[in-house]
């Protein structure tokens, strides 16, 4: 649970995939927001911004929130990761591609392919390869 905000460690990682997914949405709706609640957003995207995660992801949550976006970004029900689709075969231990972070990782993942590396939408750092298990 982070302290400032009264989030729990699964919906800040929730929240950056929320971000990581609609961040080009987040830019717009927040455009005329404070300067705050904007360089929030732009040190979430830079991965070598040493952030609080958890405080950034408030002050966007709060600015979506005041431009009239009634979830902000912890409101959604949706699950935001890639999900299994029903009926597929899935390996015990598939791999995958996650979240570059090291501290605060999101939730988001992509399943590994052929051709160029697949880059996180937020940051733009090559995806890590993991295994996803059962």
Do not use: W
Request: net charge neutral; aromatic share 4%; glycine share 8%.
């Amino acid at each position: 649970m982070n302290q400032a905000t009264g989030r729990s460690a699964d919906q800040v990682a929730r929240g950056l995939a929320y971000v990581c997914e609609h961040r080009l949405y987040i830019e717009r709706t927040i455009a005329e927001s404070s300067a705050d609640q904007r360089a929030a957003l732009a040190r979430l995207t830079d991965p070598t911004a040493a952030t609080d995660v958890a405080a950034d992801l408030e002050k966007i949550h709060r600015a979506l929130r005041t431009a009239r976006d009634a979830l902000g970004v912890y409101g959604q029900a949706s699950t935001r990761g890639l999900v299994h689709p029903a009926g597929v075969e899935q390996e015990l231990f598939e791999p995958v591609l996650r979240c570059p972070r090291r501290q605060y990782p999101c939730t988001r993942f992509a399943q590994p392919g052929p051709g160029t590396a697949s880059r996180c939408e937020l940051t733009g750092m090559e995806l890590e390869r993991g295994e996803l298990q059962e």
